[in-house]
């Protein structure tokens, strides 16, 4: 903290802190005395120390128990030590996402021991935060959180280390308030140190290696682990009952994890009080469990306990050593894994990976391996917090806004592809808050409506939110496991709050079990495919079980009579490719046209699925906005829907660099004034706090969007960009109205159909390019062949594509390139052919390579296409190029002409430049060539600037 930038804030700090120092050394001896507890250290010194730091450790203004930055906990000492850590601080609005953790120590035992650094570096670990602090006010401890530790090397995770007579000196003072202050935290303090950690160098001594080494976070360690489990356990069950089928084993696998994790959870939370797993040991181990479950089903009631006809059968006993094995690695002072700090929608995203695998049996041998469709797809990618919340607050917290309490009881808000149940856990999570909030201003409605009074406020009771859960939440999803692991998100996170004893006082005051049955707030069946598809199509019996056709009113009947309040999701990407689904909903769905995604039908499904006025926000791939097959759903979209928001991302959303999406916000019905309704655009999101920003790069009026003949949502085109493409419009043609683009041959299998070869291998190989055959106005493979014939996959048949004079277009690239064949050959998909249509061949195609290779050209494509897509796989689709609008020439005109004639002079030479640089053999003729290519370049820009009519500032905005 820098001497010459005075902060009142911070000096106010200092003073407090110094006062604390000063009563510390005055009663030293009191404070380090053995006597001298805990809980007395915490309330003389470290509630007042993180106080003036900034955090509201007292409550003294946030009063709402869910909504508090600062968790204070009781200290109950079990066992195996402590349950949770004493502190743990998190930032307004994302309450449940702690920043860091602190534990509390009394000052009379030395701080910095294997057994306090090891379990507050558990907890750290635990909660996905990459620091964690250990004190006793005496000393102070920063712990490097980011990978479990052992006891051996655990006081090797200390990063700082200061005592209190530190806080005294201004400089180290101010060091602690810019890492731990809160209003560093907000200011990302926490994750800047962590970056300079990831930068250290191997040099920097044991303990800096220590630190630098790569990091395994808490779901990644999990997932192995019950990806581990799964499998002995199928094996386990496998041998004990050999007639079971690989479903069957996936199913019971799953439960009987499911079960255990819950537990598990109950146990860290404290509402079961006697830990049950440690003690699923030896022989008895199997049969302790299932006589634990019926006990438990007693209680709690719930998907998960309701009797299953293997894990509940008394004749089924499967191995219980593997059993207790998998127990013992659970809990217990051994385990790596503790449950109430593990956040639940990090639990979430373990379990929607965990879904993506299944297991097979295999000549006797069981094993775990990828759905089919996952296998597909590339892998699980779950929807991070962040997406979520902001999809939830401007859908659903939208439509709560001036409602009371009882009105909110009547909505219904779902996610119709719910998965593992991360955006039902986001709207839950918010209707929790949005209670909260509303009791804590309304505290006459708080005790008339049941809620409990706590210090400072009041809190829901478990009737409460139960009753939340079961009023306010739906889903479905093709997948019984998902939809099973979605009830258990749900039900760790309705008991995330409770107790022993509220669990117990809900049971007497009622008659209930704990848990509410979700069978039909969230159903497993096909959101797509009604019952009707058996009338146009004889079903298998295994057909019909992977279709899984639903009848929505059949399983939810409310919607007789209205829909729902906002529909919020992820929905499944993917092309629709088998004949009996594309024959059955392509005339179902009327934005669905030729080649159609699951996410299209999603979108059209869900806005038929909410009430009028009411809102669908999705998470969907990018290609919505200009792909040429979605151009059916923009225009069902613009002409029939109101479309509120459009975010586009710039940056990796999921783990899949070629997942490119953006966020839709849509509201069902059309707009009584489309000239005056805005939608609101943000171009390319590079960092996840643009989104809780709430600022937008402009607004547009819907009338406006998708005028163009794909009706794509040009979102980069800005007021600025638009009022100069408007005016080119005007006196120039599309280059698809000039020429054919055509996509060209995909093999089905290069390594076999693609050579390359001085010479022409057999009669029937064909002369090829590739995407990497070419450069700007350059050929750089000329002896790439194809085995040409009807083995290929697509697009070979027709010949006039490739035996025809013709421009080459890389369909991959941040700008175009592009060059000139009149070799006849036959282009693979990674290149486009581009060539006259016919009654222009007046114009010389060397024109058109000029313009397509011009910095004008590059300029438009990369606002309908390229920045679209910015990133690995930066692309350009046909008919984005073909909107590229083309300078007409006018023959009978004499300057008209020469500027043509100018442009191919120019290209003419380009053509020889590149060449001639290609076959340069010294630097000095390579520098020569350099050289008259970057001024033909220049020359070629300027040309086609003129031809365009551009001005300086549009000619500044091309550039730019």
Request: proline content about 4%.
């Amino acid at each position: 903290m820098s001497n010459s930038l005075p902060n009142p804030a911070f000096e106010a700090a200092h003073a407090r802190v110094c006062a604390l120092v000063e009563k510390f050394q005055k009663g030293e001896s009191t404070y380090l005395h053995p006597d001298y507890k805990e809980q007395r250290v915490r309330e003389d010194f470290l509630n007042p120390f993180f106080t003036a730091l900034g955090w509201d450790v007292a409550h003294e203004f946030q009063l709402d128990p869910l909504q508090q930055e600062v968790i204070i906990e009781k200290s109950v000492l079990m066992a195996e030590g402590n349950k949770s850590a004493d502190y743990a601080f998190s930032l307004a609005p994302n309450y449940k996402r702690v920043r860091f953790f602190a534990e509390a120590k009394k000052p009379s035992r030395k701080l910095k021991n294997a057994t306090d650094c090891f379990q507050t570096v558990r907890y750290g670990w635990n909660g996905n935060t990459p620091l964690a602090v250990l004190t006793d006010f005496e000393e102070f401890l920063v712990l490097d959180s980011r990978a479990k530790t052992d006891l051996d090397s655990a006081t090797l995770r200390v990063l700082q280390s200061y005592r209190y007579t530190d806080w005294s000196n201004r400089e180290k003072f101010g060091a602690l308030w810019s890492l731990f202050g809160r209003e560093a935290v907000v200011g990302g303090s926490i994750e800047r140190t962590v970056e300079n950690l990831e930068s250290l160098p191997a040099s920097a001594g044991k303990q800096r290696r220590m630190l630098n080494v790569p990091t395994t976070p808490v779901d990644v360690d999990f997932l192995r682990k019950l990806e581990a489990w799964r499998g002995e356990l199928a094996q386990s069950f496998y041998m004990a009952r050999p007639s079971l089928s690989a479903e069957a084993l996936t199913e019971a696998t799953q439960r009987a994890l499911d079960r255990l994790v819950f537990v598990r959870f109950l146990e860290d939370k404290l509402i079961e009080t006697e830990d049950r797993v440690i003690k699923w040991q030896g022989g008895d181990a199997w049969r302790n469990f299932r006589a634990a479950a019926r006990q438990l089903d007693a209680k709690y009631n719930g998907v998960l306990w309701k009797k299953h006809p293997l894990l509940d059968d008394d004749t089924f006993n499967p191995s219980a050593d593997v059993w207790a094995g998998i127990c013992f690695d659970v809990s217990g002072n051994q385990t790596d894994f503790l449950f109430n700090l593990i956040p639940i929608p990090i639990l979430g995203s373990i379990y929607e990976r965990f879904l993506g695998n299944v297991i097979e049996i295999e000549d006797g041998h069981v094993k775990v391996a990828p759905k089919p469709e996952v296998r597909k797809a590339g892998g699980v990618y779950y929807t991070p917090e962040y997406i979520v919340d902001y999809i939830t607050q401007n859908t659903v917290a939208a439509q709560l806004e001036g409602k009371t309490p009882a009105q909110v009881a009547q909505m219904k808000f779902a996610d119709i592809a719910c998965g593992s149940g991360s955006f039902l856990l986001g709207v839950y999570d918010l209707l929790l808050r949005w209670h909260g909030a509303y009791y804590a201003t309304h505290p006459r409605e708080a005790k008339r409506d049941g809620c409990l009074e706590v210090a400072g406020g009041w809190a829901l009771s478990l009737k409460q939110r139960r009753a939340i859960l079961e009023q306010n939440l739906w889903g479905a999803d093709i997948d019984g496991q998902a939809v099973e692991v979605s009830k258990l998100s749900l039900y760790l996170k309705l008991l995330e709050d409770e107790s022993a004893g509220s669990a117990r006082q809900f049971q007497l005051d009622f008659g209930q079990r704990v848990l509410p049955d979700l069978d039909k707030n969230i159903v497993c069946g096909n959101s797509l495919v009604d019952f009707d598809i058996s009338d146009s199509a004889q079903l298998t019996p295994e057909e019909e079980q992977k279709i899984n056709p639903m009848d929505w009113k059949a399983a939810f009947p409310f919607l007789e009579r209205s829909g729902f309040d906002a529909i919020v999701g992820n929905p499944p990407y993917g092309m629709v490719s088998e004949p009996i689904l594309k024959n059955y909903l392509e005339p179902r769905f009327e934005g669905a046209e030729g080649r159609f995604d699951n996410y299209e039908l999603f979108i059209e499904k869900a806005l038929g699925l909410v009430k009028l006025g009411c809102p669908l926000g999705y998470i969907v791939p990018s290609p919505l906005l200009s792909n040429l097959y979605t151009a059916k759903l923009r225009r069902f979209l613009l002409d029939k829907h109101r479309l509120l928001d459009i975010t586009n991302f710039g940056m990796d959303v999921f783990a899949d660099p070629t997942v490119h999406t953006c966020i839709v916000i849509a509201q069902n019905g059309k707009s009584a004034k489309p000239d005056s309704h805005l939608v609101q655009v943000r171009k390319k999101v590079l960092h996840a706090e643009t989104l809780t920003s709430g600022k937008f790069d402009y607004s547009i009026a819907q009338s406006k969007l998708g005028t163009n003949p794909a009706s794509s949502f040009d979102i980069f085109f800005d007021p600025s960009t638009t009022e100069f493409f408007n005016r080119l419009e005007k006196s120039t043609v599309p280059l698809g109205q000039i020429c054919f683009i055509r996509q060209c041959i995909k093999t089905g299998d290069d390594k076999k159909y693609i050579v390359k070869s001085a010479k022409q291998p057999a009669p029937n190989w064909k002369p090829s390019l590739r995407g990497k055959s070419i450069g700007r106005y350059l050929t750089t493979e000329h002896d790439v062949w194809m085995d040409y014939g009807n083995w290929l996959a697509r697009n070979w048949q027709n010949k006039s594509f490739y035996e025809v004079e013709k421009i080459a277009v890389r369909e991959t690239g941040n700008r175009i390139t592009a060059t000139i064949d009149d070799e006849n050959r036959y282009f693979l998909s990674s290149l486009y052919s581009v060539y006259f249509r016919d009654g222009q061949q007046k114009t010389d195609i060397r024109y058109l390579l000029g313009l397509l290779n011009s910095r004008f050209a590059t300029f438009y494509i990369s606002k309908v296409a390229f920045e679209l897509t910015q990133g690995a796989f930066t692309k350009v689709r046909t008919n984005q190029l073909a909107r590229l609008p083309i300078r007409p020439i006018n023959f009978s005109d004499a300057a008209d002409k020469k500027l043509h004639d100018d442009l191919v002079s120019l290209v003419e030479q380009m053509l020889v430049a590149k060449r001639d640089g290609a076959r340069a053999q010294s630097e000095a003729e390579t520098r020569r060539a350099t050289a008259k290519i970057a001024s033909l370049d220049r020359r070629i820009d300027a040309l086609v600037y003129a031809l365009y009519g551009l001005d300086e500032d549009e000619i500044a905005l091309v550039e730019s």
